[in-house]
């Protein structure tokens, strides 16, 4: 076996401290696991709950991999047989069916690399390659199942892990210095008198009763040092809830969104992550005291949600004696400009060589899941048609237009989009991401360059039940 484990632990060493997910990382360029997908018992906050699991985990391991590294991963279904065997296409369906995706990578997305056109069945095993390219841009990654029908019950019930590529941010001395925290945030859903994820009605709407944890754990204690601060890596891996988040009282130094680095550190008493984006924060923990962290009431779309207490941040005096001194402790905030992922230098307008719109919508349905489809273009998924056919090699510019009262975070597969504008406004900082939310009622628009790799892939809503609902198109890039 190549695979090199790191067991979950405090990254402080501390009991009772958040405890980093496992870990397996990658040795000599190459990255090699198995993944069982299996039914695991877990006492959920209000059920004991049968979960959808990687390797029974929640989250599942962190991956963590080098640009240029060849990432071998056995995907053994181990769910029990579907009950419905006649799939009805953009409704939900055959919920132990399934495949993977790698969020934001930027590889082949066919064969059998990032390929979410494939179905894995109850008791199948597929083989993953994927060729992590050498200038593969460092940060924060997510792995989680893509087959459309079943991906939002599979995320809903705990499916997902952080991958993170080595690089760029972590070679900054005020970052290299300080203790590294992974949170995952993920929300299982489950009906409450089975303890089970079967029925759609359980997780589709969006204020059911919600039990978020962080890396598995119901309100769990972050411990800090005066004075010190932390790297923290966060991922949303909800299934459909915006995380808008505070930390009254610590300071949140932004310095990176879906892996990649911020120009800047930037200072913000919010971070706001959309199901799919990740976050790199720098906390500083100015004064002794005990803090939460919540994801304060806010209206999503039409619903309003409620305050939810994600994690307790209890900072020790800066010379405690619960925490080992030679623990390492950051002090510093990263200053001046941080390092570029250098392939995503800007995009010009002399780049552009097409210019398209996107349509997000809802259609009245009849005999449909809840009698609606979600469509892009006028039309809910079709694997068999391509929406968007596309040059590789050459650059264009996406505007969407959101004509729903809900926000949407759409997340293109394969090649990431440099932001341009939001709601017809010029963004000043121009950020690389992989899931931009769009406004409800309004516009995103986005530039991309579609390089080295040609084939099919997708774009759709991050809100997981909108994706199985039909917010999915193909993207045929040809060569
Ligand atoms: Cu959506």
């Not at 049968?50 to 963590?64: D, H, K, V």
């Not at 590294?69 to 409704?91: A, G, K, M, Q, W």
């Not at 530039?447 to 198109?473: K, Q, S, W, Y």
């Amino acid at each position: 076996m190549l695979d090199a484990q790191i067991p979950a632990q405090s990254p402080l060493g501390m009991e009772g401290d958040l405890k980093n997910p496992r870990e397996i990382t990658s040795v000599g360029g190459r990255f090699r696991t198995e993944l069982n997908m299996v039914i695991a018992r877990h006492d959920l906050p209000y059920a004991s709950a049968s979960l959808r699991l990687y390797e029974g985990e929640i989250p599942a391991p962190t991956f963590r991999v080098s640009p240029g590294d060849e990432i071998e991963i056995t995907l053994h279904n181990r769910f029990p047989s579907n009950p419905d065997s006649d799939p009805v296409l953009n409704t939900p369906n055959q919920f132990n069916s399934t495949n993977l995706h790698f969020h934001g990578f930027h590889v082949s997305p066919k064969g059998n690399s990032d390929n979410v056109y494939l179905q894995i069945n109850p008791g199948e095993s597929f083989n993953y390659l994927v060729q992590l390219p050498e200038d593969h841009p460092a940060g924060n990654y997510w792995y989680h199942p893509h087959r459309h029908g079943s991906v939002a019950v599979q995320v809903a019930s705990g499916c997902g892990g952080m991958m993170i590529v080595r690089g760029t941010l972590d070679d900054v001395p005020a970052v290299a210095e300080a203790i590294e925290r992974v949170m995952v945030f993920q929300c299982p859903v489950v009906d409450p008198s089975s303890g089970e994820v079967d029925s759609y009605d359980t997780i589709w709407n969006l204020d059911s009763e919600r039990f978020w944890l962080v890396n598995g754990e119901y309100q769990p204690k972050i411990y800090m040092r005066e004075g010190e601060v932390q790297h923290w890596r966060w991922l949303n891996a909800g299934d459909e809830q915006f995380l808008p988040m505070t930390l009254d009282g610590l300071e949140l130094h932004e310095i990176g969104f879906d892996g990649n680095p911020y120009d800047h550190a930037r200072l913000t008493n919010k971070v706001e992550i959309a199901p799919g984006n990740r976050s790199n924060l720098m906390v500083r923990a100015p004064k002794v005291g005990v803090y939460d962290l919540l994801r304060p009431a806010f209206t999503q779309g039409k619903t309003d949600l409620p305050e939810v207490h994600m994690a307790q941040v209890i900072v020790l005096p800066a010379d405690t004696d619960r925490i080992a001194s030679d623990v390492k402790k950051g002090t510093r905030i990263p200053e001046g400009p941080l390092p570029k992922n250098a392939v995503l230098t800007d995009i010009t307008d002399a780049e552009i060589t097409n210019h398209r719109q996107i349509v997000l919508g809802v259609k009245e349905t009849p005999g449909m899941y809840k009698d609606v489809v979600f469509t892009l273009n006028g039309e809910p998924f079709d694997p068999s048609r391509d929406d968007i056919v596309a040059k590789l090699g050459e650059a264009e510019e996406w505007e969407f237009v959101n004509t729903t009262p809900f926000p949407h975070p759409i997340h293109v597969h394969v090649n990431p989009m440099q932001v341009t504008h939001i709601n017809g406004e010029a963004l000043a900082y121009k950020h690389w991401q992989d899931t931009i939310a769009v406004p409800a009622a309004g516009t995103a628009t986005v530039r991309m360059r579609f390089t080295e790799f040609d084939g099919r892939f997708v774009m759709h809503c991050h809100i997981l039940p909108h994706e199985d609902l039909g917010m999915m198109l193909n993207v045929n890039i040809e060569a």
